[in-house]
């Protein structure tokens, strides 16, 4: 059984900053990717960032040069640092682990409200 855990969210004005962390824990032999979506009321969920065993990511064209993914592989955590907050950037931000041989894990989700 595999645990995905988010944690970082919250309410943050326009031009602030916060920083998520996905923790996975349980059996896990490798992970090949982790990578962070958000769904806004009303809206399809959508892939923010993303990164893979080797350190490449990926990024959202909304998102590419405010948000940085990271990844501490010996922590099975990945970091999603947000900067220059926008309200359109708030959506339920879910976690989702992709181990090497089994199927995907997703957190529960954290509220991110960006608002005056």
């Known amino acids: 059984q595999v645990q995905v855990v988010e944690s970082g969210g919250g309410l943050v004005q326009p031009g602030g900053s916060l920083r998520l962390s996905c923790a996975a824990s349980g059996v896990i032999f490798s992970i090949s990717a982790m990578g962070w979506y958000r769904q806004a009321p009303g809206k399809q969920r959508e892939l923010v960032a993303a990164?893979?065993?080797?350190?490449?990511?990926n990024y959202a064209d909304s998102v590419k040069g405010r948000f940085t993914i990271s990844r501490d592989n010996a922590k099975n955590t990945v970091y999603l640092q947000m900067n220059s907050l926008k309200p359109e950037d708030t959506a339920v931000y879910y976690c989702?682990?992709?181990?090497?041989?089994?199927?995907?894990?997703w957190g529960q989700g954290t509220q991110v409200t960006v608002s005056s």
């Open positions: 990164i893979i065993s080797g350190g490449t990511t």
């Open positions: 989702k682990v992709v181990p090497t041989h089994s199927r995907d894990y």
